[in-house]
């Protein structure tokens, strides 16, 4: 079973410190595997791989926009989260997924991230978006074979060679098997029989940080997000393959909430396992008999207020 709480607005800060309390208790055993769904405030993110030079805007101009900066221990390069983003971090320990092919009882790093991938293309596809992946680029891309690709302007984020992190004696760090789950319909097409019709565009970014077996980190899913924030930065210094989003995909206005049960829908379908919706942090943490967890001051407010879904 994967316990997902939708969470709102988090500061980023707020987001990191949640994410340690919750990996640290899942360690543990005290809690089970979740799933948090919420939306950042402006921030630029750099994962372990990344150049600072990536980061092209100046101080005063970040400050202008409101755009904080953090460094943190995820995979990847520079990457931007922020208003009209479905961000997921997933605290599962991979030693409770097995294999496909059967021959490992543990999920190996890689096939997480592509599990990711695939619960990101489903979900594009219930909302008949048609994406894929590209070859050597973590992440969920339009698929521009199946018809002309918009008019676009914006830069695409990290590199698959450098968007994992894992600690040194992480054993799913040596050789993890690459073998894909079923991909949609629109990820199945044949690359190299297909027109070119322009370069594919990122509607989802992933990085991921896995310690002893559990994960932290996530994804990023650019629903109606304002792209111009990624004329900020360098994502990995790809310049060749632009940034969209699903509402510019669509042309018409997407609700985050909708997204949000695609996306539930499709962690249960891809990760073979029951979904149950948890109204708030509290709620999900008082089933812990014994163990005291204090919440980050703007989560405590936040669920206060139970403001657990998106307006």
């Not at 101009?61 to 390069?77: N, S, T, Y």
């Not at 997480?112 to 619960?119: G, M």
């Not at 918009?150 to 060679?161: M, Q, W």
Request: hydrophobic share 40%; charged share 20%; proline share 6%.
């Amino acid at each position: 079973m994967i316990s997902l709480v939708q969470l709102g607005t988090v500061d980023y800060a707020a987001g990191l410190r949640l994410q340690q309390q919750l990996v640290d208790l899942r360690k543990a055993d005290k809690i089970g595997d979740v799933l948090l769904l919420l939306e950042h405030k402006p921030v630029i993110t750099l994962g372990r791989n990344a150049k600072a030079a990536n980061v092209i805007a100046s101080p005063e101009m970040l400050a202008q926009r409101g755009v904080e900066v953090f460094e943190c221990d995820r995979g990847g390069d520079v990457t931007f989260h922020g208003p009209g983003q479905v961000v997921g971090y997933p605290i599962f320990d991979l030693r409770g997924f097995a294999m496909p092919d059967g021959k490992r009882k543990t999920l190996g790093a890689v096939e997480f991230v592509r599990r990711l991938e695939e619960v990101l293309i489903r979900t594009c596809a219930d909302f008949a978006i048609p994406t894929k992946r590209v070859a050597g680029l973590t992440g969920v891309w339009t698929d521009p074979q199946s018809g002309p690709s918009p008019n676009l302007s914006f830069r695409a984020e990290e590199n698959d060679s450098q968007n994992r992190s894992l600690e040194s004696r992480n054993p799913l760090s040596a050789a993890a098997a690459t073998s894909h789950v079923g991909t949609a319909p629109s990820a199945q097409r044949s690359e190299a029989s297909a027109p070119d019709h322009g370069p594919e565009a990122k509607l989802a970014a992933i990085g991921v940080h896995i310690s002893r077996f559990v994960t932290s980190h996530g994804f990023a899913l650019n629903v109606h997000t304002d792209l111009s924030y990624f004329n900020l930065i360098i994502p990995c210094g790809i310049t060749a393959k632009p940034v969209t989003s699903m509402q510019q995909e669509l042309g018409k206005p997407l609700d985050l909430n909708a997204v949000a049960e695609s996306i539930s829908r499709n962690f249960g379908t891809v990760f073979s396992s029951q979904m149950l919706w948890v109204d708030t942090l509290d709620a999900l943490l008082g089933r812990i008999v014994g163990v005291p967890v204090k919440l980050p001051a703007e989560l405590r407010q936040l669920h206060t207020e139970d403001d657990s879904t998106w307006a």
